[in-house]
């Protein structure tokens, strides 16, 4: 497992790993599973198709974006802690048409632009889902998550204690502590986006259609509507970063159930139940 098989780059800056192509033809049936995968420059991985999974990316920097680009595929069951982009992406950077990060973790990343933990830049079909992005750190917009001109999806997430920094004022709007949606066309469902960090746009910033959801600033369009709440979620213990709700959350029991949870788990390996919580 991921514990104790490590591919780690000592010298140079070709990727480590690469899911596209195999002799002229698609690797759609490739798969990285189990590794400790760090130090890499210039990305880790670069995937167009295939997946990852049981993985986790440490150290990864020195690149333009982070420990994944990908324009396809699924990430799931990853850690992604400590990785850095010099400008989107700590963690991943998914670009046209989009692809899958389901069951992840991205803490303790950053961007020296924009998307700590994860950018999705000009997507058409990106989501991510059922994901902690917490303590991840921006130079400009963004510290969690940064949906870049994307059709984008964010479903039944975490988005927590992330700071953005003051912005580039080329491409308002400015903030964005948890996450910033500039243009597009981006949903977000039974997710919490709470206690994050900016000089404006404090949790996020920019437009979106929110459903089930907490946050204490939604704008007009998601104020009291689609089953949204500004309540404190209350977590167990968010200064030692355990990110569980407490029996006492008002975000117990108001989401709504979606088609793919159907046998899906949560990132403890729980199975929700119908109509639970939040996130």
Do not use: K
């Not at 974006?65 to 850690?79: E, K």
């Not at 964010?154 to 400015?174: D, M, Q, R």
Request: hydrophobic share 35%; charged share 10%; glycine share 16%.
């Amino acid at each position: 497992g991921a514990s104790r098989t490590i591919v780690r780059r000592t010298a140079g800056t070709t990727r480590l790993f690469n899911i596209s192509l195999d002799q002229g033809n698609v690797a759609s049936n490739a798969v990285i599973d189990g590794f400790t995968i760090r130090d890499a420059n210039n990305s880790a991985v670069y995937m167009t198709v295939g997946a990852i999974r049981n993985c986790v990316f440490t150290g990864n920097a020195g690149g333009n974006y982070g420990a994944i680009n990908m324009s396809g595929g699924v990430v799931s069951n990853c850690l992604f802690t400590g990785n850095s982009a010099v400008y989107d992406g700590g963690g991943i950077h998914m670009v046209a048409p989009g692809g899958l990060a389901v069951n992840c973790i991205f803490t303790n990343n950053t961007a020296g632009r924009w998307g700590g933990g994860i950018e999705f830049e000009n997507t058409s079909a990106a989501v991510v889902r059922n994901c902690l992005i917490a303590r991840n750190r921006s130079t400009d917009q963004a510290g969690g998550i940064s949906c870049f001109e994307s059709v984008c999806r964010i479903e039944s997430c975490t988005v927590v204690s992330n700071t953005a920094g003051s912005g580039n004022v080329s491409y308002p709007p400015l903030g964005g502590g948890g996450i910033w949606f500039r243009l597009g066309n981006a949903s977000m469902t039974n997710t919490i986006v709470y206690g994050n960090a900016a000089p404006s746009g404090v949790n996020y910033t920019g437009t979106v259609v929110a459903g089930y959801s907490c946050s204490p600033a939604w704008d007009g369009g998601n104020l009291g509507v689609r089953g949204n709440i500004t309540a404190d979620p209350r977590f167990q213990e968010s200064a030692g970063d355990n990110w569980r709700l407490a029996p006492d959350s008002p975000c117990l029991g108001i989401g709504t159930t979606q088609t793919w949870m159907m046998g899906a788990v949560d990132l403890e390996g729980v199975i929700p139940l119908p109509g639970g919580q939040v996130a």
